[in-house]
């Protein structure tokens, strides 16, 4: 497994192998294989092999970014169903891709995906995220792990789970600021101004962007800040 950020290493992981509990990915199974559309089959090794050429390649003009972007989109737009695909399988392997993509061509490409999966469907994504984190973590791969707990805030956004807000906001800390306005982004959209003050005060811990949730917080203390403001400052999608 890799340890360091940008390490074409990484795609090993990202792409897990049958003999994976976890994932008995739909890349590498032939079971699979006769029901799955030529698009299916052609996109996912594109996909990881596109960053392991980003492992060794100059893309200053960001030619191969662009065409991995363009390749992810389809992937996203695929009916596994239709495909053969299970949707547990075609859920781990999206999340595993997500959590070791280290070169940034899946920032943001997700935005409002999991608000398109049913309860069922968000509930598989948000247990096998909690899974990896643990394993990460039991690892020592710190980096991983906290990319796999951003991803859970995303999932946990989306689909609208406000009872998991303030038990994630406090295991997530003042590490990175985005995902915690996120949370208290997604609280404000809906009206639920006290839950938004209880994700930052289950935040504000020591860590690197203490100082700057902490501002955030005592603005919203103060006069209540406009969803607006609060979104403009994490970049967030319009709610749906």
């Given at each position: 497994a890799a340890s360091s950020h940008g390490s074409s290493n990484a795609v090993a992981t990202a792409t897990p192998s049958?003999?994976?509990?976890?994932?008995?990915?739909?890349?590498?199974?032939?079971?699979?294989?006769?029901?799955?559309?030529?698009?299916l089959w052609t996109a996912v090794p594109f996909l990881t092999e596109t960053i392991q050429v980003l492992g060794f390649?100059?893309?200053s003009c960001g030619?191969?970014?662009?065409?991995?972007?363009?390749?992810?989109?389809?992937?996203?737009?695929?009916?596994?169903?239709?495909?053969?695909?299970?949707e547990t399988v075609f859920l781990h392997d999206?999340?595993?891709l997500l959590i070791w993509e280290d070169y940034g061509l899946t920032y943001r490409q997700t935005?409002?995906?999991?608000?398109?999966?049913?309860?069922?469907?968000?509930?598989?994504?948000?247990?096998?995220?909690?899974?990896?984190i643990e394993r990460l973590e039991a690892e020592d791969l710190d980096y991983q792990?906290?990319?796999?707990?951003?991803?859970?805030?995303?999932?946990?956004?989306?689909?609208?789970?406000y009872e998991?807000?303030?038990?994630?906001?406090?295991?997530?800390?003042?590490?990175?600021?985005?995902?915690?306005?996120?949370?208290?982004?997604?609280?404000?959209?809906?009206?639920?101004?006290?839950?938004?003050?209880?994700?930052?005060?289950?935040a504000l811990q020591p860590g690197f962007h203490?100082?700057?949730?902490?501002?955030h917080y005592e603005q919203l203390q103060r006069a209540g800040m406009s969803v607006r403001r609060l979104c403009g400052a994490c970049g967030s999608a319009p709610a749906r």
């Open positions: 049958c003999n994976d509990p976890e994932s008995n990915s739909a890349s590498n199974c032939g079971k699979h294989k006769p029901l799955v559309s030529h698009a390649s100059d893309d030619v191969i970014g662009d065409s991995f972007q363009a390749a992810f989109r389809e992937y996203l737009a695929l009916d596994h169903a239709a495909a053969g695909i299970e999206l999340l595993m935005d409002g995906y999991f608000h398109k999966l049913s309860r069922e469907q968000g509930q598989i994504c948000i247990d096998f995220l909690r899974r990896q792990a906290q990319e796999a707990l951003t991803l859970l805030g995303q999932v946990v956004c989306e689909q609208r789970r998991l807000f303030i038990t994630l906001a406090r295991e997530m800390k003042s590490d990175h600021w985005r995902r915690i306005l996120l949370l208290a982004d997604t609280a404000m959209r809906v009206r639920k101004r006290d839950l938004a003050m209880l994700v930052f005060e289950a203490y100082d700057l949730l902490r501002r």
